[in-house]
T-cell receptor, first 112, second 112 residues
Framework: NAGVTQTPKFQVLKTGQSMTLQCAQD?????MSWYRQDPGMGLRLIHY???????DQGEVPNGYNVSRSTTEDFPLRLLSAAPSQTSVYFC???????????FGSGTRLTVV | QQPVQSPQAVILREGEDAVINCSSS?????VHWYRQKHGEAPVFLMI?????EQKGHEKISASFNEKKQQSSLYLTASQLSYSGTYFC?????????????FGQGTTLQVKP
């Protein structure tokens, strides 16, 4: 099993550009989430999904879109990148019941 | 809505014990605990459910007081490998919403 795979690992964007961070899991997990982590800020929830076709907003959803067309994939789209979106982005998934999240290795995004 | 962790930082000598606390202003369905080492993704340690308690590791255990909306993580006879940042995550509400909000983290440093 590959677990949770995030691509790319590093990305530099110019202000105003758009891009999609990819996330895929091969564990047949129902729940998937996107977090951003800034120094001293911990992990903040951007969007999450409880199954294919179902998504909801987290703590900091502005400037991001998500969709969940399949169980495996949960891409995060930055609509118009801003320097404030410079961060490390983690995708995570878990199964139902008493299970914890498995995190991907992260995407380090810099917006200049 | 974000749970509050205390202390913010702990420095220990090998073999010493530590307690990290996590409290919420809302009723909780479950509490997760994760550890993150510098430059890596968070790793799941254990989950505690409303009405139950689960121990994830031999020398790392946790408790969940539903009435006080608090959880504590106990690290016994600490080892150098325990160093890192510990996060609690809470799933507020009356059911398994799939929404996990993290505290700001507690940095633990274990010295020889």
């Amino acid at each position: 099993n590959a677990g949770v795979t995030q691509t790319p690992k590093f990305q530099v964007l110019k202000t105003g550009q758009s891009m999609t961070l990819q996330c895929a899991q091969d564990m047949n997990h129902e729940y998937m989430s996107w977090y951003r982590q800034d120094p001293g800020m911990g992990l903040r929830l951007i969007h999450y999904s409880v199954g294919a076709g179902i998504t909801d907003q987290g703590e900091v959803p502005n400037g991001y879109n998500v969709s969940r067309s399949t169980t495996e994939d949960f891409p995060l789209r930055l609509l118009s990148a801003a320097p404030s979106q410079t961060s490390v982005y983690f995708c995570a998934s878990r199964g139902q019941g008493a299970s914890g999240y498995t995190f991907g290795s992260g995407t380090r995004l810099t917006v200049v | 809505q974000q749970p509050v962790q205390s202390p913010q930082a702990v420095i220990l000598r090998e073999g010493e014990d530590a307690v990290i606390n996590c409290s919420s202003s809302k009723a909780l369905y479950s509490v997760h605990w994760y550890r993150q080492k510098h430059g890596e993704a968070p790793v799941f340690l254990m989950i505690l459910l409303k009405g139950g308690e689960q121990k994830g590791h031999e020398k790392i255990s946790a408790s969940f007081n539903e009435k006080k909306q608090q959880s504590s993580l106990y690290l016994t006879a600490s080892q150098l490998s325990y160093s890192g940042t510990y996060f609690c995550g809470t799933d507020p509400g009356s059911g398994n919403t799939g929404k996990l909000i993290f505290g700001q983290g507690t940095t633990l440093q274990v010295k020889p």
